[in-house]
């Protein structure tokens, strides 16, 4: 089965930190550019970042610029987000997407989402 798996979310304080991965399961990200959603209860989803295929280029929201960042390995297969000073207002739902580029509004593959609480 073609698709991205998120993991590590969890609980945390305002403060805190996570490290998000996502891993691709049945194709390589090599080719692809990753974007990281999020999505909290009866919020819009917004775009968090974005790295190009050859991890050189990224793009982040502007409220996680500084907190946030996104790296790769390719060979492992596996995108991350290093998530730091984390606040309140970044608890939601994190999923990765596979796209062709930074920029496309097209995503070819998705994960099922991994959890992010900040509370205290």
């Known amino acids: 089965q073609l698709q991205l798996v998120e993991s590590g979310g969890g609980l945390v304080h305002p403060g805190g930190s996570l490290r998000l991965s996502c891993v691709a399961s049945g194709f390589t990200l090599e080719h692809y550019a990753i974007y990281w959603f999020r999505q909290a209860p009866g919020k819009e989803r917004e775009e968090v970042s974005c790295?190009?295929?050859?991890?050189?280029?990224?793009n982040y929201l502007g409220s996680v610029v500084g907190r946030f960042t996104v790296s790769r390995d390719n060979d492992k297969n596996t995108v991350y987000l290093q998530m730091n000073f984390l606040k309140l207002e970044d608890s939601a739902v994190y999923y990765c997407?596979?796209?062709?580029?930074?920029?496309?509004?097209?995503?070819?593959?998705w994960g099922q989402g991994t959890q992010v609480t900040v509370s205290s």
């Open positions: 790295i190009s295929s050859s991890g050189r280029n990224t």
């Open positions: 997407a596979a796209a062709s580029f930074c920029g496309s509004m097209s995503y070819d593959y």
